[in-house]
């Protein structure tokens, strides 16, 4: 059982975003130009100045500097060196619509940029962008560009068609969500109809989310946004399909979640969740597989209770599929005159 490799898909520009923010900002005034290398991050650690620190330097408030960066902006798009440079945001505009048009601004950036202050560059050319627009965080998306209007809009309908038919914890594979949010969007060009595009639209929102395993299902599920080890082990049993030992559940967490995960932890955290069940010698299931909880009496009783007298046999049958034990220790748990007798015909029954 492996951990999904990352699907990102890392798109080569073929102009040099340093060299096009350069040439842009030369129409500018000194100062505007230090105001907006401060406001964009364009120094070796990305690192952005606030208002206030840029006031600070120049004895000016925060609110002059605001005036100053939207200044900045607007004379970049009204000066010369924009239109010199119309090839590179051509460019930026045709890449933006490969990739799907409506896009999360950390994977636009994250598939443009190999570095932290190439990332930046990149995002001021959004910004002064005539054709970029960004839709801001908020409960619902995270920030986003599109380069269509009505094409985000009916993105944004289909995740929230989407979300109101997830259950709240259930889990489904990329292929089946993929699938399930296709047939949300209407009358979708054929271009866009890839799963590399809808699984970027996907992430666009915060109410659906993606597990370590690769699984989508609402973002506050537990089985979506795993917190500790009995999360992970309960991805493990599930992708398992089987009930295995408490040990091989921590050295699968390790391995496929890069989790350290202690043995004993392990074994606390899966005994204290209520979904998990002991069925044999350390072995843990599901209890979602239609196992029952309790000890081996406690299933001969809850047998017996549901489907009444049974004879020798059926109840070794019925019980055995929920325990791992030897068919001796049934037999010992019959034998308690407290719980069990023997009618006439040979069959047990409940005291």
């Known amino acids: ?38 406001r964009f991050g364009f120094n070796t650690e990305g690192k952005e100045m606030t208002l206030e620190a840029i006031g600070k330097k120049y004895g000016i408030t925060r609110e002059r500097v605001r005036q100053i960066e939207n200044y900045a902006i607007n004379h970049i798009r009204k000066a010369d060196t924009y239109e010199k440079e119309r090839a590179v945001f051509d460019e930026l505009k045709t890449t933006i619509n490969k990739m799907g048009g409506v896009i999360s ?55 929230r068609d989407l979300y109101s038919g997830l259950g709240d914890d259930e889990i489904i ?16 060009s054929d271009d866009y109809k890839q799963d590399e595009i809808l699984t970027r639209w996907l992430s666009i929102s915060k109410n659906i989310g993606k597990n370590p395993l690769g699984e989508w299902g609402k973002s506050k599920s537990s089985n979506i946004k795993t917190k500790g080890v009995r999360d992970y082990a309960y991805l493990i049993l599930r992708k398992h399909g089987s009930p295995i030992h408490f040990r091989e559940v921590a050295k699968l967490i390790s391995e496929v979640f890069n989790k350290k995960a202690h043995v004993a932890t ?29 000890v081996v009496r406690d299933v001969i009783l809850e047998i017996l209770k549901r489907d009444g007298p049974l004879p020798k046999d059926k109840i070794l049958e019925k019980v055995l599929k929920e325990r791992y034990v030897k068919p001796n220790t049934i037999m010992v748990n019959l034998q308690n005159p407290k719980y069990f007798k023997k009618n006439k015909q040979g069959m047990y029954t409940v005291i």
């Open 266 to 294: 392990t074994h606390n955290e899966l005994i204290k969740d209520s979904r998990f069940v002991l069925v044999g010698r350390g072995l843990y299931a599901l209890k979602e597989w239609g196992y029952s909880t309790g």
């Open 173 to 188: 594979p990329e292929s089946k969500i993929v699938s399930s949010f296709l047939g949300h969007l209407k009358e979708l």
């Open 1 to 38: 059982m492996k951990k999904e490799a990352p699907k990102n898909k890392f798109f080569v520009l073929s102009f040099n975003p340093k060299q096009a923010v350069k040439r842009l900002l030369s129409s500018l005034p000194d100062r505007a130009q230090d105001v907006i290398t401060g």
């Open 105 to 159: 601004e950390d994977d636009l950036l994250d598939s443009l940029g190999k570095d932290i202050l190439t990332k930046k560059y990149i995002h001021f050319l959004l910004v002064v962008g005539d054709d970029f627009n960004k839709i801001k965080e908020d409960v619902e998306f995270k920030h986003h560009w599109h380069i269509d209007k009505g094409l985000a809009e009916k993105i944004h309908e289909a995740l």
